[in-house]
């Protein structure tokens, strides 16, 4: 079975401070996609980075990178500079491309204090 | 350029009354659809996935049904709501073939109360 495990459900980061966000998940599969969706308080949500598995270079998009390790099945965003606008919640994602579904994690909820 | 439209944006519905929510996406054709449901503080649980008119695959077995009957319009539907329907729905589309980077584009959501 897919499982995805986001194991903070709640953080809190200092304005213009970096931050990381884990997940990790578990597949037999060897071709996947990653992705990094993030909630804000209007409920749409929004892509934040996507990672090809059999990608070894990083995900980058701007303030946003991700840190694959794809033997140990981990998927952790990083944000750096954070700003007020990033406080959401933020979905790790994994997708089965074979059977077209997505696995979403529990969510991480992410507070940029001023 | 794609927009996915779902309505309504709210809505509060007693027990055991029917059920009817409608996903459109526009801009696009033959697209995956999915509807998904958002607990309170929860993630998402898939709920039906379709990758044609009339194909439903549903992940959970509960008293909720979907169907495609048009190529961009995927309904939610439930002929008696209980109490464990109340949440936020969200549809969602991507797109099929080739070049795909398999994103999911996700509509505005709608939020359902079964007093």
């Known amino acids: 079975a897919q499982t995805v495990t986001q194991s903070q459900p709640e953080m809190s980061v200092q304005e213009a401070e970096t931050v990381t966000l884990s997940c990790t998940y578990d597949?037999?599969?060897?071709?996947?996609?990653l992705f990094w969706y993030k909630q804000p308080p209007s409920r749409q949500m929004i892509l934040v980075i996507r990672?090809?598995?059999?990608?070894?270079q990083n995900a980058t998009e701007n303030r946003f990178s991700v840190n694959f390790q794809k033997a140990a099945k981990s998927f952790s965003l990083k944000i750096s500079d954070s700003q007020l606008g990033d406080t959401a919640m933020y979905f790790c994602?994994?997708?089965?491309?074979?059977?077209?579904?997505?696995?979403f994690g529990s969510g991480t909820k992410l507070n940029v204090k001023p | 350029s794609q927009t996915i439209h779902q309505w309504p944006a709210t809505l509060v519905q007693p027990v055991g009354s029917p059920l009817s929510l409608e996903c459109t996406v526009e801009?696009?054709?033959?697209?995956?659809l999915y509807w998904y449901r958002q607990a309170a503080g929860r993630g998402l649980q898939l709920l039906f996935y379709?990758?044609?008119?009339?194909?439903i695959s549903s992940e959970v077995p509960q008293n909720l049904s979907a169907s495609r009957p048009q190529d961009r319009q995927f309904i939610l539907s439930s002929k008696k709501l209980l109490l464990s329907d109340s949440g936020f729905y969200l549809c969602?589309?991507?797109?099929?073939?080739?070049?795909?980077?398999?994103?999911?584009?996700f509509g505005p959501g709608t939020r359902l109360t079964v007093t």
């Open positions: 801009g696009t054709s033959n697209p995956n």
């Open positions: 597949t037999s599969e060897n071709n996947y996609y």
């Open positions: 994602a994994f997708f089965r491309y074979n059977f077209n579904k997505f696995y």
């Open positions: 379709s990758v044609g008119i009339g194909q």
């Open positions: 990672q090809e598995a059999y990608k070894q």
């Open positions: 969602a589309w991507s797109v099929q073939g080739q070049p795909n980077t398999y994103e999911q584009y």
